[in-house]
C-alpha cells in the first residue's frame, strides 16, 4: 500500500482558510486520493476524493499536484466544527480498505 | 441520509466471554468492514466482506474474531474470548461498490474488557 505523509498537527483561526498538505511520492497511477475526518469522539467521515484533477464539494476542495505526489486539502472557512483529525489515504481498488495513518490533527481556535 | 447504524454504543464484558457486536450497514452497498481504534492510536483495518466472504483481513484479525452477515441486513463482529487489550472502539462501515467511491462509518461500539 502506498504511504501517506502529513503533518502531526497544524492551528487555525475561525473564519481563516486552512490548507492540509499530504506527501504521497509512491503513488500509483491508479490510486485515487481521498481524504477522511474524524471528530473527537464519533467515526470517520469521508470529506473528498479524486484523481487528477482539482475537486471541490460542499465540505472542502482538493487541490492535486501536477506529478500527483503530493495533495492539499483546502477548508475554506475554518470553524470551530472542524477541529478534528484528517486523514489523507490513497485507494488503490474499488472495494479496497482504507489504511488509517496518523493524520493531522487541526485545532481550530476562536 | 442513509446512515451505518451500530449496536450496542457500549458494551461490557468480562474478560474470556464472547461478544458480538452488530452493524446494519446503508442498504444496498456492497462491500462491508470493521475497523478498531485502541484509545489514543490510529484506526486500524480489521476485515473486509465482500459477496459473503471475507475479502481481506489484518493480522489482527486471527482465530479468535468472526464475522458474518446472517440476513442480508446486518453484519456482526464476533469477538471469541475476549482479552483485555481487545477493548477499543470498534468501526462498522460500508461501501456502495461502484467506482472509486467513498465509504460511509458508524458512530462505532467501545468495547470494555474488565
Known amino acids: 500500500d502506498a504511504k501517506t505523509t502529513q503533518p502531526n498537527s497544524m492551528e487555525s483561526n475561525e473564519e481563516e482558510p486552512v490548507h492540509l498538505p499530504c506527501n504521497h511520492s509512491t503513488i500509483s497511477g491508479t490510486d485515487y486520493i481521498h481524504w477522511y475526518r474524524q471528530l473527537p469522539s464519533q467515526g470517520p467521515e469521508y470529506?473528498?476524493?479524486?484523481?487528477?484533477s482539482n475537486v471541490n464539494n460542499r465540505m472542502a476542495s482538493l487541490a492535486i499536484a501536477e506529478d500527483r505526489k503530493s495533495s492539499t486539502l483546502i477548508l475554506h472557512r475554518a470553524t470551530l466544527r472542524d477541529a478534528a483529525v484528517y486523514y489523507c489515504i490513497l485507494l488503490y481498488n474499488q472495494g479496497g480498505k482504507l489504511i488509517f495513518g496518523q493524520g493531522t490533527e487541526l485545532s481550530v481556535k476562536p | 441520509e442513509p446512515e451505518v447504524t451500530q449496536t450496542p454504543s457500549h458494551q461490557v464484558t468480562?474478560?474470556?466471554?464472547?461478544?458480538?457486536?452488530?452493524?446494519?450497514?446503508?442498504?444496498?452497498?456492497?462491500?462491508?468492514?470493521?475497523?478498531?481504534?485502541?484509545?489514543?492510536q490510529k484506526v486500524e483495518f480489521l476485515v473486509s466482506f465482500y459477496n459473503n466472504e471475507i475479502s481481506e483481513k489484518s493480522e489482527i484479525f486471527d482465530d479468535q474474531f468472526s464475522v458474518e452477515r446472517p440476513d442480508g441486513s446486518n453484519f456482526t463482529l464476533k469477538i471469541r474470548s475476549t482479552k483485555l487489550e481487545d477493548s477499543a472502539m470498534y468501526f462498522c462501515a460500508s461501501r456502495p461498490g461502484t467506482g472509486y467511491t467513498e465509504a460511509f462509518f458508524g458512530q462505532g461500539t467501545r468495547l470494555t474488557v474488565v
Not at chain 2, 468480562?14 to 489514543?40: A, K, T
Open chain 1, 47 to 52: 470529506v473528498i476524493h479524486g484523481l487528477t
Open chain 2, 14 to 40: 468480562q474478560m474470556g466471554q464472547e461478544v458480538i457486536l452488530r452493524c446494519v450497514p446503508i442498504s444496498n452497498h456492497l462491500y462491508f468492514y470493521w475497523y478498531r481504534q485502541i484509545l489514543g
